[in-house]
């Protein structure tokens, strides 16, 4: 079976285009003179930006003022800024020593920057940079710790009751600013009869060291009166302070603690700062010379209380005078309070020791 396709005949106004002819370009060849032109606008372009960009993308380099050296040495970027990142690290100057301070002068940087073939430097009117050296600072107290520590590992000697005088005039160990860890004391030296110590300090194996010398002092807790009390004054905890003393000076009998103290009254006129010794304080007297007191009579059954006038006067526990103002009676009694006297027996525990059997041999 065959199919056939029918094509419409395509009209005669279908089949009319426009014709239309494609004219090549034509380039006339550049002359000399305008090559030249060209090439001379070029050139001074190239230029300017040469001048000028430089100068808008780079900062000049500036002297810098004081500046704190943290190594041995003082590089570019140390005393210039704006350096460039090439350069920056050059080592142009020595630091001074450790803890020192030293001037540069500004001309001296700025021909060591001109060696460099960097250009010039802005000083700003400067004439010379102060230069200071960093430093870990050990003092005193630190080095009295670290030869404490060391009397106690290799002598056995107590470091908190001690405490070490060290000669001269409060010796200092300078190190690297970076140089960390706790200070140690080596090649320890004592003598147990003189009480000399020495001993070489260092820090970080060795890299800083100092040798000193010193006296070791044997120290103890004693109670020191913040202010003046009167006599008869009551102390209180405000009025006390523990110090660490050395052991030679202190009071043989010097109060250690003043916790004991608080609530009792000054026996004379304690000066500021004294040592509090015993004796010095005692508890206040409940019952005063001539005053008048109640008298108590306890017994198992019996409890009675009478008017009295004391005729002594005494503190708690105190056995004073009183007179019985009913019989005129002059009796024997113990201070229980303020203004309060006990006569009669015993207490029953006391009675109750006395009655007990006693054992024969």
Do not use: C, W
């Not at 250690?256 to 007297?285: C, F, H, I, K, M």
């Amino acid at each position: 079976m065959s199919h056939s396709f029918a094509y419409d005949e395509p009209s005669r106004e279908a089949d009319l285009r426009p014709i239309t002819r494609r004219v090549a370009l034509r380039t006339a060849p550049l002359g000399l003179p305008v090559l030249v032109r060209a090439a001379l606008a070029f050139l001074a372009l190239a230029m300017l930006g040469a001048y000028t960009l430089p100068a808008l993308a780079d900062e000049p380099m500036r002297l810098r003022g004081d500046v704190t050296a943290r190594g041995d040495v003082l590089t570019l970027e140390d005393l210039v800024e704006g350096a460039p990142a090439s350069a920056a690290k050059r080592p142009l100057f020595r630091a001074p020593a450790l803890g020192a301070t030293g001037t540069i002068q500004a001309r001296r940087i700025a021909e060591a920057v001109a060696a460099l073939n960097l250009g010039a430097v802005e000083t700003g009117g400067r004439l010379q940079v102060a230069v200071q050296r960093a430093a870990r600072r050990v003092g005193a107290q630190e080095i009295e710790a670290a030869l404490r520590r060391a009397l106690q590992t290799a002598y056995g000697v107590d470091e908190k009751s001690v405490s070490v005088r060290l000669d001269g005039d409060g010796p200092m160990l300078l190190a690297p600013i970076d140089l960390d860890g706790q200070i140690v004391a080596l090649d320890l030296n004592y003598d147990p009869r003189s009480r000399r110590v020495g001993g070489l300090m260092t820090l970080g194996e060795r890299q800083a060291s100092l040798r000193v010398t010193g006296v070791v002092i044997e120290m103890r807790d004693v109670a020191i009166v913040n202010r003046t009390l009167n006599r008869g004054e009551p102390v209180t905890a405000a009025d006390l302070t523990i110090e660490r003393r050395p052991r030679e000076g202190a009071p043989s009998d010097a109060l250690a603690s003043g916790a004991t103290l608080v609530g009792e009254v000054a026996q004379r006129t304690l000066s500021q700062g004294a040592v509090l010794r015993n004796g010095d304080t005692a508890p206040p007297e409940l019952v005063a010379r001539g005053e008048a007191v109640t008298i108590v009579y306890e017994s198992p059954g019996i409890s009675l209380a009478m008017r009295g006038q004391a005729t002594d006067a005494g503190r708690m526990g105190a056995t004073v005078n009183v007179i019985n103002m009913a019989s005129k009676k002059v009796l024997q009694a113990v201070v229980i309070g303020p203004g309060r006297v006990s006569v009669g027996p015993a207490p029953l525990q006391r009675q109750a020791s006395a009655e007990a059997p006693t054992s024969v041999r």
